[in-house]
């Protein structure tokens, strides 16, 4: 009887091998595609609306579909208190925004949907409303998958499109958060200003040409997404996210 248990509890750990070694490694966490996309461009140190639009977007970023990201600038470091999560990639995406949508300079709080329009996150029920409009027009095209590997790595597939397509595919690793930071100097001093789908590095990875193209990239932790971009700040064609 004893030997008779041993055989089968031997058996169903075999069993329960083989079906982990059967399993694709490539067959993991699939993401979500996005239907709209949120950018907030947020200061630290010399912005007073910029904690409160920093709760906006995070706001946004637990709606259904919804990719909001936090693209923190050094716009106001010279009132006295250096942005700390600011990257130069983030004030040149926010430049070639300015330019494409027609901004006279740039400013904060900004938010920019599917990067075609652009509004003061400092003004809640317009922010709504360009949000809900953006919504209407979600992003279809083309397909875009992005699955989270066994391995951590991430692998993007993007499906065809118009012949002789001409758009960016970017990369961006983001921390959901809250990720907060307490303010010793400049206008917001000895505040703690929370930040929400922190975006810590950006990779254009490609051109998309309108034929298939599929790509793995390594260390897009906590969170990765992918956009699919028309160049030098133009409107978004397709958005997806990692959901963990």
């Known amino acids: 009887m004893l030997g008779g248990m041993i055989g089968r509890i031997l058996a169903a750990v075999l069993l329960a091998v083989a079906a982990f070694a059967a399993t694709p490694a490539h067959a993991q966490t699939a993401g979500e595609r996005a239907e709209v996309v949120v950018e907030l461009y947020t200061s630290q140190g010399g912005c007073t609306q910029c904690p409160r639009a920093n709760r906006l977007l995070g706001w946004y970023g637990r709606e259904p579909r919804v990719l909001a990201l936090t693209f923190p600038v050094n716009i106001w470091d010279y009132l006295g208190w250096r942005d700390t999560f600011a990257q130069p990639e983030f004030s040149e995406r926010q430049r070639a925004y300015s330019r494409a949508l027609r901004v006279r300079g740039r400013f904060t709080p900004q938010l920019v949907m599917n990067g075609a329009r652009q509004i003061s996150a400092a003004d809640w029920d317009a922010a709504r409303a360009t949000l809900d409009q953006a919504r209407s027009h979600r992003l279809d095209a083309p397909r875009l998958t992005i699955t989270r590997l066994r391995s951590g790595r991430v692998r993007v597939t993007v499906g065809p499109g118009v012949r002789d397509a001409n758009a960016d595919v970017w990369l961006m690793a983001y921390d959901p958060g809250p990720v907060s930071v307490s303010v010793t100097s400049g206008v917001n001093r000895s505040i703690v200003i929370p930040h929400y789908n922190l975006v810590t590095r ?17 260390l897009c932790m906590p969170r990765c997404a992918v956009i699919v971009q028309a160049p030098n700040g133009g409107p978004i064609l397709a958005a997806a996210y990692t959901l963990n």
């Open 202 to 218: 950006v990779e254009r990875v490609d051109t998309w040409s309108g034929e298939t193209m599929w790509f793995e990239r390594s």
